[in-house]
């Protein structure tokens, strides 16, 4: 605290990769028990987080209440809706710092019966429509805009991305001051990946994905990223998992002592998905896309967490040139990327 109250923040986000993973087992509830190796790459979205104070009532009380609207642009398929992730973390925050829901202290001021909740925690509705920007006044408004670049339940987190931006962002646009470790443990609540996505980096993640441990990592790598526009949702992906996989008996070691050593060769050959078998029946078109990565000259190529984005590990940011030119026509679309990209980048007005 003390510092002076940003009017605008901007956090830069970037997606991951899974390097490995192995599903471990099946918890009664459902969730499925995973050892994996993940590491942020190069495309990132961005979430924009800004404060509008215009309109705000004196009254004291004003002063610990908050409306949300919220905006997207970037990619067709963004949920709109109070259901976008990163809509989620904002209320998650919201409702942790109990700035979220108003009571009778307003009532009087905005003509709602007296006890009655003048607005729910944010000014979105919980479970579909549009995101409509609030008509009432007398409370600050928060407007958290997404700009998306990560491709959408493609295997990169994005949402979880944008889950963990938002988390960043309204930490510091509200000067909430929460430190990283309870920002992990918001984000728990919101995703397995989220907890990853707020650190960044490589980390080995365990359990239900939701532990984390962030892993030496030497290097920098040189990712192509094979894009298929069909999306692939995570829960269909472990469902045909858990009727056609066979949990292998891999370990991370040969992947996590390449990392060490930042042997890429050691990488590309340790790459491993158990969730790919998967991706593969569901979209069969992938395993010839994952093959031409490797006809092409990849150090490995493999199916990124739940699918459908293949990615192939090239010897040298020319040889990533290459290979990307040469696998183009038989993705939807090609990305060159570098991996770690670090963890969200903090920008304040
Ligand atoms: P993971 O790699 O964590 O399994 P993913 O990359 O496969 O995730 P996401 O892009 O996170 O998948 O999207 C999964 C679903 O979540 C989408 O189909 C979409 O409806 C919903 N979703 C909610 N919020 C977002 C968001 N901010 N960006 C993208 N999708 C979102």
């Given at each position: 605290m003390g510092e002076l109250a940003p009017a605008h923040v901007r956090v830069r986000v970037p997606s991951k990769v899974n390097l490995f993973l192995r599903i471990t087992g099946v918890r009664d509830d459902g969730y499925h028990e995973l050892v994996t190796v993940l590491q942020t790459v190069s495309i990132h979205d961005t979430v924009v987080a800004e404060i509008d104070r215009s309109?705000?009532?004196?009254?004291?009380?004003?002063?610990r209440f908050m409306e949300l609207a919220f905006t997207a642009e970037?990619?067709?398929?963004?949920?709109?809706?109070?259901?976008?992730l990163a809509v989620r973390a904002a209320r998650c925050l919201m409702d942790h710092l109990g700035i979220g829901r108003a009571t009778s202290e307003l009532a009087g001021e905005t003509g709602s019966?007296?006890?009655?909740?003048?607005?729910?925690?944010?000014?979105?509705?919980?479970?579909?429509?549009e995101v409509v920007l609030p008509t009432a006044t007398g409370v600050p408004v928060t407007r958290l805009h997404l700009t998306k670049r990560i491709p959408i339940a493609?295997?990169?987190?994005g949402g979880s991305a944008d889950a963990a931006a938002a988390l960043i962002a309204l930490n510091r646009l509200w000067q909430a001051d929460l430190d990283l470790d309870e920002l992990r443990g918001l984000a728990a609540k919101l995703g397995a990946d989220v907890p990853f996505c707020v650190s960044g980096g490589t980390a080995l993640a365990t359990g239900t994905g939701v532990t984390t441990a962030q892993v030496l990592a030497r290097g920098t790598y040189h990712w192509v990223v094979g894009i298929t526009d069909q999306p692939l949702s995570t829960p269909q992906v472990y469902r045909a998992f858990d009727e056609v996989g066979v949990s292998s008996d891999a370990e991370p070691d040969a992947v996590l002592q390449a990392l060490r050593t930042g042997d890429d060769e050691a990488l590309g050959a340790a790459l491993h998905n158990d969730l790919q078998v998967a991706a593969f029946q569901l979209v069969p078109e992938l395993v010839g896309r994952r093959d031409a990565m490797l006809a092409a000259g990849a150090l490995g190529a493999i199916v990124s967490g739940s699918g459908p984005t293949v990615v192939a590990l090239a010897s040298s940011a020319q040889q990533a040139v290459r290979l990307a030119a040469e696998v183009e026509p038989v993705f939807d679309r090609v990305e060159i990327a570098l991996s770690p990209a670090g963890g969200p980048e903090l920008a304040g007005e």
């Open positions: 309109g705000v009532s004196a009254h004291p009380a004003a002063r970037g990619q067709e398929g963004v949920p709109l809706d109070a259901s976008n019966g007296a006890g009655e909740p003048v607005r729910g925690p944010c000014a979105v509705p919980d479970d579909g429509g493609a295997g990169m987190a």
